[in-house]
């Protein structure tokens, strides 16, 4: 079912802008600091390795590293050695469209976004983003430092789309065109979409892909005693509900997994994020 609610998202004004993009590094930063740098690192790092170099096979060497093509050669077994991969490559993908309106859901995934994108930089990764609605609006390719992870936020928080409408299979079909390097996903979005899981399935198989949902719980329930007209936030749809004599409520996607992290507006979500990232480092 779309989502409900009332029209309209939260402006910012010029002149506070700056103040807001300020705040969120603040505390984005905090939170980095204090609580997600190691277990970003344990949870994340080291799961890549690339090859380094070749060197002679001593005693003890794992022999599914040999390298049967060089030890043919030059006649002595030699071994691959590998080193941890020294930068990885996270993306953010996300969801702009109408349904994110709602309540202070816009500015929850903006601080998500700011998160994410500081605990890798602080980690030298590169972080990249791509802003889509039924459509990819905005592509912004990775890079690291502090001025790069700043404009991805100012682009979030000032984003105008041009649509209203949903569609997480479209943002996930051009990425997959456009990043062919193994990269930490992070969707955030409410995941008021449909027909995705296809595509979800296919990322997942090259890239690390975790979906944040967003969720405010006012969109959630309906209280008894009335008959309420709701606007639709991606098509514009009214859409009346009789609650007299009964609480509603609102059909919700179950979304299950290891890899899904559900964040209430109304909650603080840095514990969600601390116990995924532990159990990725336990992993």
Known sequence: MAETGIKGATEVKPGELNKKIRRIEITSRKLVEESFT????????????????IRQYYPGDDVRNIDWNVSARQNKVFVKQFCEEREMNLFLLIDMSGS???????????????MLAFTACMNNDKVGAVL??????????????????????ENILEFEPESSETSISEALK????????????FIISDFLDQGYEKDLKIISKRHDLI???????????????AVFA?????????VE??????????????MKGRNVITVYTDEDYIDPFRQFFRRRARR
């Open 100 to 114: 994110n309106n709602f309540g202070n859901k816009k500015d929850i995934i903006a601080e998500l976004g700011a």
């Open 132 to 153: 889509f609605t039924k459509k990819v609006e905005k592509f912004i390719p990775s890079k690291n430092g502090r001025e790069h992870v700043l404009a991805i936020i």
């Open 38 to 53: 190691g277990d970003y690192r344990s949870g994340f790092r080291g799961k890549g390795m690339e090859f380094d170099s």
């Open 174 to 185: 051009f990425f997959g065109l456009i990043e062919k390097k193994k990269s930490i996903v």
């Open 230 to 238: 709701f606007e639709d936030l991606e098509t514009g749809e009214i």
């Open 241 to 254: 509900l009789n609650s007299i004599g009964r609480e509603l409520r609102l059909e919700e996607q179950e």
């Open 211 to 225: 979906l944040v949902r967003v969720i405010d719980r006012a969109e959630q329930y309906i209280p008894h005693g």
